[in-house]
């Protein structure tokens, strides 16, 4: 069998879709600027993904999580598309009721909070807020006692990206005592909320989490002065790739645990799902080197490759997920890099930080130099929310729709 020379658009093939690529030849052809990294965001994707949501998860009303991206016209197309938010501050509060969002469709879903902030939540109307500890619980009780209270209980996947089970959640014996407590203090809890991990994989912890759910709301029942519990919210964890594994596991365990029970109302806190895969970053190779010397422990040479962005900027995910990014190259003007043998290159951010390293061992198909672009997929999710000005680099990013929002 002869093997075709991969061309440019079949080595490519499905990782960019042919309408991102569009937009990034034509931002190439007619940018003005000095040359920034810049974003091509889907809007079809969104719209895609509430799609899969409706269909799969028909019962569970989405709250998408502002922490993990936060761009304005991004939360526009969210809110256009009847999708609800989570938000943990103030500032995250403002931003979605400043493009008009119901303060009814917001819940403040931090379960630690500045005090001004629970106070503004207040003035503006959100009434949902998640509590976690017996502090929480005082604090809202002083400054917001009519608040719909959710109490966050503990769940993990171990296998997740990003682990939130130490620091936030209560286990069973001590969310029974904070039921109790706050009984006593009349402050009505309505909700049982938890979060399984963000990146996660594991299906079974949401089967886990929805156990323990049952097993708390149980209890209230038996409390002298129970509370009036009638939302369950099941947070995020979920990711374009687990999305139909995790699916079918979760409309099991409502059924299994709740199944019997009328009128609970459902919610989730999906963050990455909807924004992770919606966004491409392109950056600038500034420049390269390839070094002749041998090095001791490999017998190849290596060749650096600069970026304009890095870890301070849209690259933290490196860091904090470890996630391995693996660009496409592309020439000046956008067109796919795909002549001669692999090549490997370690990535470096443009900071003078010697931590800023994006990749190493980075196979790319020829050779990439300065004035080439690279386009890395799947980066919505906790990247421009964590960048920073660091050594007078920009942290704002512009971005590019690829088609109509
Ligand atoms: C970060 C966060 C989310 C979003 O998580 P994803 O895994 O990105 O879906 C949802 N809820 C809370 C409380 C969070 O802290």
Same mark, same amino acid.
């Given at each position: ?128 807020? +998640? /509590?976690?500890?017996?502090? &929480?619980? =005082?604090?809202?009780? !002083? ?105 079918? +596991? /979760?409309?099991?365990?409502? &059924?299994? =645990?709740?199944?019997? !029970? ?105 050779? +990439? ?6 386009? =890395? ?29």
């Amino acid at each position: 069998m002869v093997w075709a020379t991969p061309s440019d658009s079949a080595r490519y093939t499905g990782v960019l879709p042919s309408r991102i690529h569009r937009a990034i030849r034509e931002h190439l052809t007619h940018y003005s600027d000095d040359g920034n990294p810049f974003f091509v965001g889907d809007p079809d994707f969104i719209r895609q993904q509430l799609d899969r949501w409706k269909k799969q998860l028909p019962f569970i009303d989405p709250f998408f999580a502002v922490k993990c991206n936060n761009n304005r016209e991004f939360l526009e197309a969210v809110r256009k598309a009847g999708i609800n938010f989570d938000c943990a501050s103030k500032e995250e509060i403002s931003q979605v009721l400043d493009l008009g969002v119901r303060p009814e469709q917001v819940i403040f879903a931090s379960p630690r909070k500045t005090e001004s902030h629970i106070s503004y939540a207040k003035s503006q109307g959100i009434l949902k807020t +998640v /509590i976690d500890s017996e502090d &929480e619980l =005082y604090k809202v009780k !002083e400054l917001f006692p009519t608040a719909q209270v959710f109490v966050r209980l503990w769940a993990d996947d171990p296998s997740s990206h990003v682990r939130l089970c130490d620091k936030f959640g209560l286990h069973v014996e001590e969310a029974k005592h904070l039921l109790g407590l706050a009984s006593k203090l009349e402050v009505n809890i309505t909700g049982l909320c938890f979060h399984i991990g963000s990146g996660a994989s594991d299906p079974e912890a949401y089967d886990q989490a929805i156990r323990l759910t049952r097993e708390i709301y149980n209890y209230n029942d038996i409390l002298k002065h129970k509370h009036c519990i009638t939302m369950i919210d099941i947070g995020g964890g979920f990711t374009n790739a687990n999305f139909d594994k995790f699916a079918p +596991v /979760i409309r099991a365990a409502a &059924e299994r =645990y709740f199944g019997s !029970e009328p009128g609970i109302q459902w919610m989730a806190e999906p963050g990455r799902f909807f924004s992770s895969d919606a966004f491409y970053l392109v950056c600038r190779v500034i420049g390269s080197s390839t070094n002749r010397k041998y090095s001791a422990e490999s017998d190849k040479p290596k060749s650096k490759l600069f970026v304009n962005d890095g870890l301070y900027q849209n690259f933290l995910n490196v860091l904090i997920e470890k996630i391995t990014p693996a660009p496409i190259p592309l020439t000046s003007r956008g067109s796919f890099i795909v002549e001669g043998q692999d090549q490997a290159y370690t990535i470096w951010g443009q900071t003078c930080c010697g931590i800023d390293r994006i990749s190493c061992d980075t196979r790319l198909p020829g050779v +990439v130099q300065r004035g080439d672009w690279l386009c =890395y997929s799947s980066m919505g999710a906790y990247t421009n929310v964590t960048a920073s000005s660091f050594n007078g680099f920009v942290s704002n990013t512009e971005v590019i729709w690829a088609t109509k929002l």
